[in-house]
């Protein structure tokens, strides 16, 4: 990251930024840094002037505890008026949720979109959510980040055999070290329902994506999110799944943010 602004608390938040035109910020989700999403930026530099960042706990940027999700609100304003005083947010699943958040805070913020927020649509979700809180809690709380990542790929559904390889990739050892910020994505998604009242004091556009070839209940989330929104729109991403590829999503992201 080649830029650093200060939050609030006095942490130090590292980002980047590139291109020309509407101020837009990317919020990257679990187990994610600014580089995630930087394949995603320079698809939209092209008419969006973009920021990438680290979000507290991870990458370049820094930490101060105790966490809150206030803490993480606050890095997006530094972030916003670093960039000109009002942006546009972009939050990839549990990222969209705190994006959300931002914007029901009464950030200065001009328009936001999100993709594929996890949101439990009904009560056995709901529960399972509950669930992995407390044991994500336990696990970090007893320092076994290994257990804490295994946690969240299985609460994501990817399969045992899948996760035994995780477990001896060469990428395990960062899974692990941005591990505890999994508290922090799990705050953000609150009791894990959609959280209406919220959404509805946002004054901002707000739109909402599912990938086309994803679970039902990906899109049933996503609409709830704009139904609950005071100006809100429901989209699709044609063939792709959570796992969006940025050339099909960046099309969609800069003619929404460029109005």
Known sequence: MEKTTVS??????????????PAVVLVSGAMSTGATTAPLAAGLAGRLDVTVYDRRGRGA????????????????????????????????????????????????????????????MDDAAARAAAEYTERLTEALGQGRRGDAVELFLRHTGLGEEMIRGARQSPMWAGMESVAPSLAYDDAAMGDSRVPRDAIASIGAPVLALAGGASDAWWHDAARAVAEAAADGTYGTVEGQTHMVEPGMLAPVLTEFFGR
Do not use: C, K, N, Q
Request: hydrophobic share 40%; charged share 25%; glycine share 14%.
């Open 61 to 120: 940027s820094g930490d101060t505890a105790p966490y809150a999700v206030e803490r993480e609100i606050e890095d997006l304003a530094a972030l916003i008026e670093a960039v000109g005083g009002e942006a546009s947010l972009y939050g990839m699943s549990s990222g969209g949720a705190l994006a959300l958040r931002a914007a029901a805070s009464g950030l200065p913020v001009r328009r936001v979109a999100v993709y594929e927020v996890p949101y439990a």
């Open 8 to 21: 609030r608390d006095g942490t130090l938040i590292a980002y980047e930024r590139s291109g020309r035109g």
